[in-house]
């Protein structure tokens, strides 16, 4: 790309994220948290399809990240590029920003079920932990740390691996708006703390109780406290 062409691209992004709606969607998702459309319409204070169309204009302009779960349409940040350079204009600008406060009932937030794996943030907090600890990469694989760390715990990578189905992967949730584990290795883990009674299922609903015994073992083996 030439002097003109990168003259050109820049000045298409400045144009994206001049615009006040579309500004304020992307201040919106600062807080590394998605959001769908609907929503990103209230903030930026737009109709549904209006905000469909500065949604497209973002991510043409590559200031967004279009993630789908089922019926639903995640957007995020493209990156923490994209966030650097929104974070250096509200220092020109000056202001705080409002941090996103979600609305979900306080059992299903802390910890529940998704399909057959665990979130919530005690499900987005142990996805981190396995990441921060060196037992999951990037993309996803168990490392060699990692695989000897879960089999200490009673889940064979391997086995798990050999399942047919998806291994491992993030899964967007949606009361946190950041990735929790899911694929067979999510559901190994649920199972694990399931069947060790580190946490209870509810009878009624898809939240999960974190056991006394269930709050040591998380403190001792991944360093949280919940």
């Not at 006040?20 to 600062?30: I, N, S, T």
């Not at 089922?70 to 966030?83: D, M, T």
């Not at 399931?194 to 015994?213: H, N």
Request: glycine share 10%; hydrophobic share 40%; aromatic share 6%.
């Amino acid at each position: 790309m030439d002097a003109e062409q990168r003259d050109g691209a820049a000045a298409g992004v400045a144009a994206a994220i001049g615009e006040p709606a579309r500004a304020r969607m992307l201040y919106c998702l600062m807080d590394n948290r998605a959001r769908t459309s609907t929503e990103l319409a209230v903030v930026a204070e737009v109709s549904p399809s209006t905000a469909s169309v500065h949604l497209n204009r973002l991510k043409a302009e590559g200031l967004v990240n279009v993630a789908v779960q089922g019926k639903h349409r995640y957007y995020s940040l493209q990156g923490p590029e994209v966030a650097r350079v929104l974070e250096g204009l509200s220092l020109l600008a000056g202001g705080a920003r409002r941090t996103f406060v979600p609305n979900t009932p306080p059992r299903l937030r802390a910890a529940r079920t998704c399909y057959d794996h665990m979130a919530g943030t005690l499900g987005v907090s142990l996805h981190d932990r396995l990441s921060a600890m060196g037992w999951l990469s990037g993309s996803y694989d168990v490392t060699p740390v990692g695989s000897k760390a879960l089999a200490a715990l009673g889940i064979q990578v391997d086995e798990t691996r050999a399942l047919r189905r998806r291994f491992a992967f993030g899964c967007l949730d949606w009361s946190e708006r950041r990735s929790h584990l899911g694929g067979a290795l999510g559901a190994a883990l649920l199972d694990l703390t399931i069947r060790r009674k580190w946490v209870t299922q509810e009878l009624d609903c898809r939240a999960l109780t974190v056991t006394g015994l269930g709050r040591r073992e998380m403190r001792v083996r991944f360093g949280l406290d919940v």
